[in-house]
């Protein structure tokens, strides 16, 4: 269907996230603009109705109907529009939120063709049935599947009233055409709409990726370090956790940019990084830190599995071969978190393991527990 409508229309349809994780982001950011639109709109939605209620109507309808007018406006919509816009303010209360604001239409368009069935001139009536399915795709802060299942819903009851009511030639066919029409702009402003919204976020995750990411390699970069760091700090101190740290530098790099050019030194870059990536676990982090260096933060593991894990990525650094540099090796220095620990802390036990590996010759690691 998608495929279908895109051809037809003169404008890309909202795109679908590649992932439930990319959707669960977009819901989160995009949640509170939809609250405070939602709040806003329902609340101002409420007041415009109390103002209807008091019109003079008498000019239309029998004072028995306008009655019934204010019972159903002020009983009825006005709470009803109220009390959404109480729950969107309200944040623990969204997510029941949308189901309230789908139904709201439904709940107005019915007591919209009730009214009229009460009246021999409904036609000041009708406008509302038309402003009511075009102000839930554009103006109400729905999403867009509860907005098109509403619409559909409310145009179909806008149309079987109207069918048994009107009874003038020719009216009914004008009906129907204004029904489409504020359903069809509706329904195109909400597409465009919510295309928009979706291209603001992915946008905004762009340059959010581009500010945490090291372009040569693609890993993260320092920026995110602090971030998983601090995080998995908090997480340890709360659940009594601890995980390793390695920090890994390669050997004589500099020799290496010096004598086969620093094209050579970012193939090497690329490849140790590609090693790197294969044997780091889906839930560790792999960091590019500086130049040469780089910082693996490795969860749930314990002083004998570190040391290992550490003498595996070594060995399979030296393995490999590098092109024109042929043989590359890297020094670690790693170490556990622990309660007395901080970031720096932390950092700085490591790297001086790194150092000590370093000073003892290259090409092996170091695991410090103090």
Same mark, same amino acid.
């Given at each position: ?7 037809i ?10 992932n439930?994780?990319?959707?669960? *982001? ?6 509170p603009?939809?609250?405070?639109? @939602? ?13 209807f ?7 239309w ?20 529009? *109220? ?16 189901l309230?604001l ?12 009730? *009214? ?49 009511l ?13 029904i489409?029409?504020?359903?069809s ?20 995750q ?10 040569l ?43 086969f050019?620093h ?8 490849? @140790? ?5 294969? *044997? ?5 982090t ?30 399979? @650094? ?5 092109d ?22 932390? @950092?700085?036990?490591a790297d ?6 370093k ?12």
């Amino acid at each position: 269907m998608q495929k279908i409508l895109q051809y037809i229309l003169p404008f890309k349809l909202p795109l679908k996230f590649p992932n439930n994780e990319l959707n669960a *982001l977009y819901h989160e950011w995009d949640k509170p603009s939809r609250q405070l639109q @939602i709040s806003a709109i329902s609340f101002l939605t409420a007041l415009l109705y109390v103002i209807f209620t008091f019109i003079d109507k008498s000019s239309w309808a029998p004072e028995q109907v306008q009655t019934l007018m204010q019972r159903v406006h002020l009983l009825i919509i006005v709470p009803m529009m *109220l009390t959404i816009s109480f729950l969107a303010y309200k944040k623990r209360f969204y997510k029941y939120v949308m189901l309230a604001l789908a139904a709201s239409p439904i709940i107005a368009v019915s007591c919209n063709a009730y *009214l009229a069935s009460k009246l021999s001139n409904y036609v000041p009536i009708l406008p509302e049935g038309y402003l009511c399915v075009f102000w839930l795709f554009i103006v109400s802060g729905m999403n867009f599947s509860y907005a098109l299942i509403s619409a559909t819903v409310c145009s179909v009851i806008l149309l079987v009233s109207a069918f048994y009511l009107m009874s003038q030639a020719g009216t009914y066919p004008m009906h129907v055409f204004w029904i489409i029409c504020s359903f069809s702009f509706g329904l195109l402003g909400a597409l465009i709409f919510d295309g928009s919204r979706k291209a603001v976020f992915m946008s905004q995750q762009e340059l959010h990726r581009l500010a945490i990411t090291d372009p040569l390699t693609g890993l993260y970069n320092g920026t995110q370090l602090d971030n998983v760091l601090s995080k998995e700090i908090a997480r340890g101190f709360r659940y009594d956790k601890t995980f390793g740290l390695l920090v890994i530098d390669i050997d004589n790099f500099k020799i290496i940019n010096d004598r086969f050019g620093h094209d050579a030194g970012d193939k090497i870059l690329q490849n @140790i990084t590609h090693v790197l990536s294969k *044997l780091v676990r889906e839930n560790d982090t792999l960091i590019r830190w500086g130049g040469e260096e780089f910082i693996v933060i490795a969860l749930e593991v314990d002083e004998q599995n570190l040391i290992n894990f550490c003498g595996k990525l070594r060995k399979k @650094i030296e393995d490999e071969h590098y092109d024109t540099a042929g043989k590359v090796t890297v020094s670690i220095g790693s170490t556990l978190f622990r309660q007395s620990d901080s970031q720096e802390s932390l @950092i700085s036990r490591a790297d001086k393991a790194l150092f000590e590996a370093k000073e003892k010759g290259r090409n092996m690691t170091v695991y410090a527990k103090n």
